[in-house]
């Protein structure tokens, strides 16, 4: 779904981008789709020489899902010394929080596509347990202790 914009990019940037076709839910549940772009991403880095890529300049990107992805194996490769350090990530538009799909922007934008509040909650359910029985739970908030909602209160807030 991704190639063509992937190879305008290589193309415009002058740069090797490296696709990964990671497994998708329902049938892969988490946590596939994260173990097939870190697992790809470890052995690049340990490949560099091979592909002919500056260890200084290697960049993860992603989009919606992908931009959860690509902030999850930037932050699982952070603390690892044996690996070259990802210069950058790149988010665009990623699905980074569960705990409150009520913020103002998912109001804001609830009917705006290609991603309506209600299909980012489903495709969130089906990708974390493969199913969507307590969708209405999670559209309501009531999915999160209301001790984890205070802890959390000061990231993920209207305020």
């Not at 500056?54 to 993860?60: E, G, I, K």
Request: proline share 6%; glycine share 6%.
């Amino acid at each position: 779904s991704h190639e063509r914009i992937c190879q305008y990019i290589a193309k415009e940037s002058g740069s090797l981008v490296v696709s990964v076709g990671y497994r998708l839910a329902p049938e892969h549940k988490y946590p596939a789709a994260y173990e097939d772009c870190l697992n790809t991403t470890q052995h690049f880095l340990q490949h560099l020489e091979h592909y002919g890529v500056d260890p200084a300049r290697v960049t993860v990107c992603g989009d919606s899902a992908g931009g959860n992805l690509a902030a999850a194996v930037s932050q699982t490769l952070a603390g690892r010394s044996d690996l070259p350090r990802l210069r950058a990530q790149i988010l665009i538009y990623p699905g980074l929080q569960a705990l409150d799909f009520n913020l103002p922007s998912y109001h804001q934008n609830r009917g705006v596509p290609l991603l309506f509040r209600e299909r980012a909650v489903f495709y969130s359910l089906q990708y974390v347990q493969g199913d969507t029985s307590n969708l209405e739970e999670v559209l309501e908030g009531s999915h999160i202790p209301p001790d984890m909602r205070l802890k959390y209160r000061k990231w993920v807030s209207p305020d």
